[in-house]
């Protein structure tokens, strides 16, 4: 299925084949706080894994300036993974529209989504993501020191 979201400069897919995964790479190596310890194998290996991918991608250029992940059992539960916008594409609603195209767009919009994040609370916020119950909700942390 392809997402037909759109924004103005702006599109967003799903159509796996047409990840940019050089984009990905570089952004995740360079700039994500919480997941530079990976090497790039292991990013293609989460790409190839995933439930669904959505970039996003600048109109006139169809460069892609934007890409999330999710991890699901496809019937009820999904993770939201590896959201990120380019530096120069931030601010104009594009991070927004990534998150709507990939989960209220598909198959997972009656999901029950999770994240971790350390400073996108006012995005998913919007998407109806909370705080846990910390009596319901229980984590392992990883093992990794590296890890954020």
């Known amino acids: 299925m392809t997402v037909t979201r759109t924004l103005a400069g ?5 159509d796996a084949s ?6 990905i790479w570089n952004f995740m190596s360079e700039h994500a706080y919480w997941g530079r ?22 109109s006139a250029s169809g460069d892609m300036v934007g890409f ?11 993770y939201l993974a590896d959201v990120f916008v380019d ?19 598909g198959g997972g919009a009656d999901f029950r989504w999770m994240l971790h994040t350390v400073d ?3 995005l998913y916020a919007k998407f109806g993501f909370t705080t846990p ?15 954020t």
């Open 120 to 122: 996108g609370h006012e």
């Open 68 to 78: 999330a992940r999710a991890l699901s059992d496809g019937v009820s539960l999904a």
């Open 37 to 58: 310890w990976r090497s790039r194998e292991i990013v293609e290996v989460q790409i190839d894994g995933a439930w669904r991918v959505v970039g996003a991608y600048h």
């Open 87 to 105: 530096f120069p594409h931030r601010g104009k609603g594009v991070g927004v529209s990534l998150v709507a195209a990939m989960i209220e767009d």
């Open 10 to 14: 702006y599109e967003f897919d799903d």
């Open 133 to 147: 119950e910390h009596n319901k909700y229980m984590e392992r942390a990883e093992r990794r020191a590296d890890s």
């Open 18 to 23: 047409r990840i940019d995964r050089d984009v």
